[in-house]
């Protein structure tokens, strides 16, 4: 009877700690749906594009010099963007080219970038042994900083030395400072390999993922037209053959069509629902579900834009198409720095004056303090000591004195 009442009383608890553990489930996908938000590599399985999707041919690229063919406008301002200069051959760094010599000391080591007639020679010495190694790729376009990776052998390897630009020079690469490395090749670098690599790529070039691999063929430097868009060799030659024809064809969006519209071939962005918009900027920048099933902890996670913007009280249930990523940074333009030039969008949501009333077209109160530079008091800016750096938050609040970084 001891044992059967003991068994009882287990299943009484089991079927408890169940019910608990279902309830905290659905409590986090309901979240979820409610957000309408998914995470990247659940994205990367459909066969529609999506960003750092895999294409199974390098030849279905042809490159931002086609796209400028007919869309000389947007590839010309695109071109000098922080994303068209994220990656690239350090032969075309400016701020490497700029400068003969970077260096900076940690212990007995020392960290040394030179640079010569276009060549990069990164070198790590404790004194009495030297490794030098010609950098071959750079990642960042130099506003906050770049890293920088060589190649050795056929493999990938990531400095452990970087350029800031507050500093205006060199410190540990955030996240690989090491001061107690067992050799000197651990001090210098670490190896960049599989997914980790591809996604690096992925992020920061175009082109790069070819049949679930890393081509390095063809990579196109920087997050060009076709890292958005999808590789463009279909949409050229479609919108070619219907040039000739005099039509006007559509851009598609999904794999699931009116089988009598006629698109050609490429995906627009532009015609996501709010949720999906975000979610695509997202892939490289932290979607909602990407934080929350990997978290950058603590304070880092402000560097995940959209997941800060989705748990924002202004983003709503849903989302909304006037605080989007793309309503506020147009991927065509340079990054717009001054603060000023967004009170437009605050003002697209909220009252301007305090005795306008509030409507579905305008929802949001007026500001009791003002309406200009909105962002400078709502999206409060935290330094990131390892990027030596102050990056936006971008969960749009207000914001209590002394109130703890909301994670």
């Not at 996908?29 to 990367?44: I, K, N, P, Y």
């Not at 770049?146 to 630009?165: I, K, M, P, V």
């Not at 940074?329 to 967004?342: E, I, N, S």
Request: proline letters at 6%.
């Amino acid at each position: 009877m001891y044992w059967r009442g003991t068994s009882k009383r287990l299943v009484l608890r089991f079927a408890a700690a169940s019910l608990f553990f279902a309830t905290i489930v659905i409590c986090i996908f309901s979240v979820g749906l409610m957000r309408a938000q998914m995470a990247t590599e659940d994205r990367l399985l459909y066969r529609g594009w999506w960003p750092r999707h895999s294409a199974p041919s390098a030849d279905q690229y042809v490159g931002p010099a086609e796209c400028a063919k007919c869309h000389a406008g947007k590839a010309a301002t695109q071109k000098y963007t922080p994303m068209a200069l994220t990656a690239q051959p350090v032969a075309e760094s400016e701020i490497l080219s700029k400068r003969d010599r970077l260096a900076f000391q940690s212990g007995k080591i020392n960290y040394e970038i030179a640079t010569t007639a276009g060549k990069s020679v990164y070198s790590v010495t404790d004194g009495s042994q030297t490794l030098s190694v010609p950098l071959t790729w750079l990642f960042g376009d130099g506003h906050v900083g770049q890293s920088y990776l060589f190649e050795r052998d056929g493999n990938f390897f990531e400095s452990r030395a970087s350029y800031f630009d507050t500093l205006k020079g060199l410190d540990f690469t955030p996240g690989r400072k090491l001061t107690d490395a067992q050799n000197l090749e651990q001090a210098m670098a670490r190896p960049v390999l599989g997914a980790e690599l591809i996604r690096c790529f992925g992020c920061h070039a175009t082109a790069s993922t070819i049949g679930d691999k890393l081509d390095r063929s063809r990579i196109i430097p920087g997050i060009t037209c076709e890292a958005c868009h999808g590789p463009g060799l279909k949409h050229a030659v479609a919108q070619k053959a219907a040039a000739a024809e005099g039509q006007v064809l559509e851009s598609d969006q999904s794999d699931q069509k009116d089988n009598n519209q006629k698109t050609d071939a490429i995906f627009d962005p532009g015609k996501l629902s709010p949720a999906d918009a975000v979610d695509f900027c997202g892939s490289c920048h932290g979607t909602w579900w990407d934080v929350k099933l990997a978290p950058p902890v603590g304070i880092a996670n402000v560097r995940a834009q959209p997941y800060r913007l989705e748990k924002s009280r202004c983003w709503g249930k849903n989302g909304d198409a006037r605080i989007t990523c793309v309503a506020c940074h147009d991927p065509h333009q340079k990054l717009v720095r001054d603060t000023a030039a967004y009170d437009k969008n605050c003002l697209s949501c909220h009252l301007a004056m305090a005795s306008t009333k509030p409507s579905p077209d305008h929802p949001g109160s007026a500001c009791k303090v003002g309406t200009k530079d909105c962002v400078s008091c709502h999206m409060p800016k935290y330094e990131l000591a390892d990027f030596h750096y102050k990056f936006t938050d971008h969960d749009i609040r207000v914001i209590r004195p002394d109130a703890p970084f909301p994670e």
